[in-house]
């Protein structure tokens, strides 16, 4: 099965900031890969996704960029803001592969300092 | 509230008693999914329903976990014989047939077994 490993599991910035988070994955048919952020208590909640037909996607100021090749793909924050702190998990799956699910990583905590 | 819905939101029992956990999707979602976390880790995949049948379990899922959707709407997990390793936020989450790839979750419930 997909295994996904996640880097780093904890993440300490300045208000302003950028802050990156890497993932790699294991199963070459995944193909579609979202990020998930949690904060304390809450529900994890989608905040960008990519699928592998594309490199990067960009949403303001959150940025995922995908090498398949190479098996990983990663979040960028720029501008980070205190608001930003909270767990963030990347996720990945097979697309329209009917019984397979998400395979998540073990999270990273954000810290935004102000 | 049209998001997935989730209860009981927190539930303490003591060890060896059974557990019963309910979902409700978002209205017209026929994929319905069941995850643990814990804490420090990413969501952990249980079991998938599409409609009302369960189409994948985990090998996580151990013979005191059943899960239902009778009616292909809200979906029950139940924990039989409950263990202290069984203390947990179990995520329902749910998802459209057609492009479905992006799973939204509810609250969760916690248990904590004592």
């Known amino acids: 099965g997909e295994n996904v490993e996640q880097h780093p599991s904890t993440l300490s910035v300045q208000e302003g900031d950028s802050a990156v988070i890497k993932c790699t994955y294991s199963?070459?048919?995944?193909?579609?890969f979202p990020w998930y952020k949690q904060e304390l208590g809450k529900r994890p909640q989608l905040i960008i996704d990519i699928r592998s037909n594309v490199g990067e996607k960009k949403d303001q100021r959150i940025a995922v960029t995908l090498n398949k090749t190479a098996k990983h793909f990663s979040l960028h924050i720029t501008e980070t803001q205190p608001e930003d702190s909270a767990v963030y998990f990347c996720a990945a799956k097979a697309m329209n592969s009917g019984y397979s699910t998400l395979t998540f990583g073990k999270g990273t905590m954000l810290l935004v300092s102000p | 509230d049209t998001g997935v819905s989730q209860n009981p939101r927190h539930k303490i029992t003591k060890r060896g008693q059974n557990v019963t956990f309910r979902c409700d999707p978002i209205s017209e979602h026929n994929r319905l999914y069941w995850y643990r976390q814990t804490l420090g880790q990413g969501p952990e995949f249980l079991t998938y329903f599409q409609n009302e049948a369960q189409l994948e379990k985990s090998r996580l899922l151990s013979d005191r976990f059943s899960a239902e959707r009778p009616k292909g709407s809200f979906s029950t997990l139940e924990i039989q014989r409950t263990e202290q390793g069984d203390s947990a936020m179990y995520l329902c989450?749910?998802?459209?047939?057609?492009?479905?790839?992006?799973?939204?979750f509810g609250e969760g419930s916690w248990l904590t077994v004592v």
């Open positions: 989450a749910s998802s459209p047939l057609v492009s479905g790839n992006t799973i939204y």
């Open positions: 199963d070459s048919a995944s193909n579609y």
